[in-house]
């Protein structure tokens, strides 16, 4: 079984977190200013991927490979709010802007305008779907049928819950399909409930504890990260049986799953987007404003751990945090040089 490190490796070259090898190009971008605008920050995912935009934009900053590159987080998970945070980034002066996008569609007209200022805008992870916008993901849909697969691959049949994202986020919807279309690949399975657990673990307890009243034996639940423990709860706090549950890479998921495998043999898998991602976004601006041709379209490999692979994956994510990888600036140069 391959471990983490090795399967990002297939996709990505992995250099130096945070050494900075400096391209000829770099020289052009060392007064250029890098924004992300970031809709929402209530999950650990969410933490984690502006702490490591905070740990590597720092020492781009402090090398002088750029002049600025803050990170701004909407008060509210808002359209409109996020839409006028960029508005305000336009008016700021800065050269690049890295999106999370609260919609895929929604703030378009502020990228367009962004765009046509001569500003690069580069989406990651949520995307939008602006042309003249640069796109970073991972195959949100595989992520969602890879969970109904791995279910059928351990012989389970039966009545699944879904438990989805934020409501109206380019990633929920990929995800929702993916496991919507890994059912009709799969007929031994059945939907039988859905809610919104925002990617967090208290609000998927609540909105499962809610609903499970209603339900009949679960055999398994997909999910889409941060709110794997949080279904685990609602299904003890109501002393139903422990479905499969897929799980998403946080630190307190993880835990649970060890101790449950240590305790009564219990097997699951778990998978997201690195939150690290949004430094391999800020590369990307970088590169653009150096100079760069890159695709509008990229996609970043999933980070999977395995049963066999949990051990590790624990050991290397502090508590609170997701299972990562950051980027440095050779990391994406290579990955950038191989789609040429």
């Keep these: 079984m391959k471990t983490i490190v090795q399967k990002v490796l297939g996709a990505v070259a992995v250099g130096s977190l945070l050494a900075v090898q400096v391209p000829a190009s770099a020289a052009d971008t060392a007064s250029k200013k890098i924004a992300l605008s ?4 209530g999950n650990s995912w969410r933490q984690a991927m502006l702490k490591s935009w905070e740990k590597v934009t720092k020492e781009a900053v402090a090398q002088k490979v750029v002049a600025q590159a803050p990170s701004f987080t909407t008060a509210e998970n808002q359209a409109t709010e996020q839409a006028a945070q960029i508005q305000n980034m336009i008016l700021q002066g800065y050269d690049a802007i890295v999106v999370d996008a609260a919609s895929p ?25 602006e042309p003249c916008a640069y796109r970073i993901a991972v195959d949100f849909k595989q992520l969602g049928e890879m969970q109904i697969d791995y279910f059928a691959s351990r012989g389970l049949k039966g009545n699944l819950l879904e438990v989805r994202g934020l409501a109206g986020v380019f990633v929920d919807d990929e995800i929702h ?37 209603t339900l009949p034996t679960v055999t398994a639940v997909a999910t889409q990260g941060g709110d794997g423990y949080g279904v685990a709860q609602a299904f003890k706090a109501a002393g139903r049986p422990l479905p499969v549950i897929f799980l998403g890479n946080r630190h307190d998921e993880l835990t649970w799953w060890k101790e449950q495998r240590d305790a009564s043999k219990y097997e699951t898998m778990s998978g997201s987007i690195a939150p690290g991602s949004s430094t391999f976004a800020f590369w990307v601006a970088q590169q653009i404003l150096g100079g760069a041709k890159v695709p509008k379209d990229m996609k970043l490999p999933l980070t999977v751990v395995t049963q066999n692979t949990l051990d590790e994956a624990l050991k290397n994510t502090e508590p609170g945090g997701v299972v990562n990888m950051e980027y440095s600036q050779k990391d994406v140069v290579d990955f950038l040089a191989k789609l040429k």
């Design 177 to 213: 399909q993916g496991i919507g279309d890994g059912v009709k690949k799969h007929p031994e399975y059945k939907i039988v409930g859905s809610v919104h657990g925002n990617w967090t673990q208290t609000v998927a307890q609540k909105e499962v504890a809610a609903i499970l009243s």
């Design 38 to 41: 970031n809709n929402f920050a």
């Design 105 to 129: 569609t929604a703030l378009n007209g502020a990228i367009k305008k962004a765009c046509d200022a001569g500003i690069v805008v580069v989406s990651f992870d949520g995307v939008v779907t």
